[in-house]
């Protein structure tokens, strides 16, 4: 398989942090890391967007989707508001994630820590053509439950 070039601009910071890696051979995400310049907590309930210190550059036709991270979903309940999250490739700003506390009790978020996971994924771009019928299939209208339990 071969990588796709993304190019990475670290963030002026006090405290800089890691860029994105991924953390075993077979990782499809990268982990994302906080760049904080003091912690911060989330009460339950509470969503907060948290800088990464990080700006890229996506190529065309490509896009990077920001993921939450498993062990922090079941340990202490953290997910992302608009999960997946998506940089298009035109975007040059700071990554953000929007973290969401689940959980019932607070927590705090340190600097350097991972907070999320980012894929990048290969898009295609739709061309619309108006109808004034679509083909049927068996299924039609059947949504929700449709199918049964």
Excluded: C
Excluded at 33 to 45: H, K, Q, R, W
Excluded at 63 to 78: D, F, L, T, Y
Excluded at 122 to 133: A, H, K, P, Q, T
Excluded at 141 to 149: D, E, N, S, V, Y
């Amino acid at each position: 398989m071969e990588p796709v070039k993304i190019h990475i601009r670290r963030l002026k910071r006090k405290h800089p942090v890691s860029l994105p890696q991924y953390m075993t051979e077979g990782s499809s995400g990268m982990d994302l890391f906080a760049s904080l310049d003091e912690e911060v907590t989330l009460l339950p309930g509470e969503r907060r967007l948290i800088p990464t210190g990080i700006s890229v550059a996506i190529p065309e036709g490509f896009e990077g989707q920001i993921r939450p991270r498993s062990g922090w979903a079941i340990q202490k309940g953290i997910g992302l508001v608009n999960s997946p999250g998506t940089i298009d490739s035109d975007y040059r700003g700071e990554v953000g994630v929007i973290l969401i506390n689940f959980g019932k009790e607070p927590v705090t978020i340190h600097n350097g820590e991972r907070i999320a996971q980012m894929v990048i994924s290969r898009v295609f771009r739709s061309l619309l053509i108006e109808v004034d019928e679509l083909p049927s299939t068996d299924r039609q209208g059947g949504g929700f439950g449709h199918t049964g339990i």
